[in-house]
């Protein structure tokens, strides 16, 4: 514990010389009078000087520097798994009680020594003492992340993970651990034992259809100890079998993957059921059957691609749209197409004059948005003007906009974009409308420029845009030339069309919600209420209504934010759900409806094998050990024991000022008050 002042040490040599000086002068004059005997003359004295010695050093501000030391328990972390997989065998009476309760028997004696905490996970991590076992997925990784996220800067002695290892969701990358400065220690759970099964491991599919496309469907199969043995994979939708695969398996660890063929009949939320036809030998037939739904859409954006003339930049534009299935693309000569240009959410120009009256003309009346591909010199172009005297061009690299704003890019593309080779645009001075956006502007050589190279303009909410330059086609040779493929140059056009293509929403109420969830997910809604003068409003309620397929429902309110309305309905059964959600705004009732599908989860049942190898390796990797069920007492006995489980202790220096303390003031108080008296009783007072 030291002294700190703000003023150099000599002045505190000034207090005890004013405490002396005050107190003889006070008191020298007492001393002539004879009025007090010598001893209460000195003690006088005394107390008159230290008050003032103690009140001139609180003057000087002095600050009392101390070092408190805190010491920090090691805190052990005990994760369990709470999914369904872990009562899915014949132990889980077992695990129910017996092991639970060996569990907290360790918890509560290394509890004596360490702190302990405790969590779950399975689809999330909670805290949490008792599992219900309800979680239908388990994410290990999720878990990790978790622990370096909101534990990292804790004293973690240890954690200890209790898992059968069936881990069906989540990255799988169990890197994170090995960065752990603490042992990550394993608890066996669940059988090991491959029984005779055979198995829908997982279903690939479209999430997203059109109607009347044909979509590719992936059935994974799996099946233990039944070689030589032969089945057969159906697809079933309302019944009515819909394509059939047989299945011959070779091996006692059989995988295979049949690819199927299916048609988007009808619009809307489609079910489908793959079975595989079990097989008398099997201990578990629970897993034969798996449901996945798709969304099919029954109308797609129309593109119109128009040119003067062939070139490579219709064919790159027309794949690159199409490979989306978003899109339904033509093309066509301009100088032979005679059909009206209202159908298409889009018209592309390639090399066409704008000079061109009856097609802009048309183009002007419907308000339809129109890219322009290829941009000449003189003529009115939306939102952007190029003056020049000379038919030349100049050969230009893109240089990507950092205050664009419009859409997102990936990182992917934004980093790429430095490497597109380079294009020709006109020669000229280029004049931008105040309200246009460049997505690209054009770098010649070593000269960065603000000439817009990818331009947008929105004019009343009819969207334009320019691509000034020729040979975007060399853009797609690069990405496949680079990457293999041409999913950077997919992603610039489909966002770009995207952008362009997409109405806007003028209705008063919006609502949006997922039409397909999984079933522990929450059914969400967020919706927007606009005025006549379209500014958001929230001071009308919105009301919700979810009826499931027998009739009955289930009322709500939204909640109010600051522009908009929020609703967490909670989770709901599997099945088929209506909603309708109404506000009155201004007397006027607008309402919104339709159907979500919550679709069950059945990986905690597809595999029931524990993997004791996965726990193995995660303990092993980061120092620490795999014990089995039945090993909770060495357990206990290896975090007793482990003496790289340490306290540890923190020094902080801290400073106080010494006018805060409270003892000082009543010091002071004392030593005048005691003073006070002795004059006092002497009669001096």
């Known amino acids: 514990m030291n002294l700190i002042s703000e003023h150099a040490w000599y002045f505190l040599l000034l207090c005890p010389l004013a405490g002396l000086l005050y107190a003889w002068l006070l008191y020298n004059r007492e001393k002539k009078r004879d009025t007090f005997t010598k001893p209460v003359l000195y003690f006088l004295t005394a107390l008159r000087f230290v008050s003032v010695l103690i009140i001139t050093l609180l003057l000087l501000n002095l600050f009392l520097k101390r070092t408190i030391n805190e010491t920090e328990k090691p805190l052990i972390l005990f994760a369990h798994d709470n999914s369904a997989s872990i009562i899915a065998t014949a132990d889980s009476q077992f695990i129910k009680k017996d092991f639970t309760n060996l569990l907290e028997k360790v918890k509560s004696e290394v509890g004596e020594k360490y702190a302990v905490k405790s969590l779950l996970f399975g689809n999330k991590v909670t805290t949490g003492e008792q599992p219900d076992y309800n979680d239908k997925e388990t994410d290990l990784s999720q878990l990790l992340s978790e622990i370096d996220n909101n534990y990292a800067n804790q004293n973690i002695g240890a954690l200890i993970i209790t898992s059968d290892g069936i881990i069906n969701r989540g ?50 199969t799996q099946a233990f100890k039944l070689n030589s043995k032969a089945s057969t994979v159906s697809i079933f939708k309302d019944g009515a079998k819909k394509a059939e695969l047989p299945l011959k398996i070779n091996s006692d660890n059989f995988i295979q993957t049949l690819s199927f063929v299916l048609e988007a009949e009808k619009p809307g939320v489609q079910k489908y059921k793959v079975v595989v036809n079990s097989l008398p030998e099997e201990n578990n037939k629970s897993n034969n059957s798996m449901d996945f739904v798709v969304d099919v859409i029954d109308t797609r954006e129309k593109i119109l691609l128009l040119s003067s003339a062939p070139h490579p930049d219709i064919a790159a534009i027309k794949e690159s749209l199409e490979s989306t299935q978003t899109y339904e693309v033509e093309t066509s000569s301009a100088f032979d197409f005679n059909k009206p240009l209202k159908p298409y959410s889009l018209v592309i120009l390639h090399n066409i004059s704008t000079n061109n009256r009856s097609l802009m003309n048309e183009l002007n009346t419907n308000n339809q948005p129109y890219l322009i591909i290829q941009a000449a010199i003189n003529e009115n172009l939306p939102g952007l003007k190029i003056n020049s005297s000379y038919n030349k061009q100049n050969e230009t690299e893109a240089l990507l906009n950092k205050n664009f704003t419009l859409f997102n890019l990936s990182d992917e593309l934004k980093n790429f974009i430095k490497d597109f080779p380079a294009v020709n645009t006109p020669f000229g001075n280029y004049i931008t409308s105040p309200g246009a956006n460049s997505l690209l502007f054009q770098k010649i050589g070593v000269v960065e420029t603000e000439n817009p190279l990818i331009l947008f303009n929105d004019n009343s909410g009819r969207k334009t845009g320019i691509m000034a330059f020729d040979g975007l086609w060399r853009w797609k040779l690069r990405d496949f030339a680079e990457h293999k493929n041409h999913n950077l140059f997919n992603e610039l056009i489909s966002k770009t069309v995207q952008y362009l293509a997409v109405k806007a929403d003028k209705s008063f109420f919006r ?28 001071e009308p309620e919105v009301n919700v209504i979810i009826t499931d397929s027998a009739g009955k429902q289930f009322t709500y309110t939204m ?23 109404t506000v009155k705004v201004n007397n006027q009732v607008f309402s919104q409806s339709g159907s979500i599908t919550v679709k069950a989860i059945v990986a905690e049942k597809t595999i029931t094998v524990a993997n004791h190898q996965l726990l193995h390796q995660l303990a092993t990797s980061t120092g620490g050990k795999l014990f089995h069920k039945n090993e909770t007492e060495k357990l206990k006995q290896e975090l007793l024991n482990n003496e790289t489980i340490k306290p540890i202790t923190y020094s902080q220096k801290q400073l106080s000022d010494l006018i805060d303390l409270k003892w000082i003031f009543f010091l002071i108080i004392g030593l005048l008050t005691l003073e006070w008296f002795l004059r006092k009783r002497s009669g001096t007072i």
């Open 171 to 220: 990255s799988g990358n169990f890197d994170l651990a090995n960065r752990f400065k603490f042992p990550v220690y394993t608890v066996a759970l669940g059988d090991t034992t491959l029984t005779k099964d055979l198995t829908i491991k997982k279903i690939n599919h479209n999430q997203v259809v059109y109607l009347g496309n044909k979509f590719p469907v992936e059935v994974i």
């Open 511 to 538: 609502l949006i919600t997922k039409k397909i969830i999984s079933e522990n997910e929450n059914i969400e809604f967020n919706a927007e209420v606009y005025n006549q003068s379209y500014q958001l409003v929230t």
């Open 559 to 581: 909640s109010k934010t600051s522009n908009a309305y929020y609703l967490n309905s909670g989770l709901f059964p599997t099945g088929e759900y209506k909603y309708k959600a």
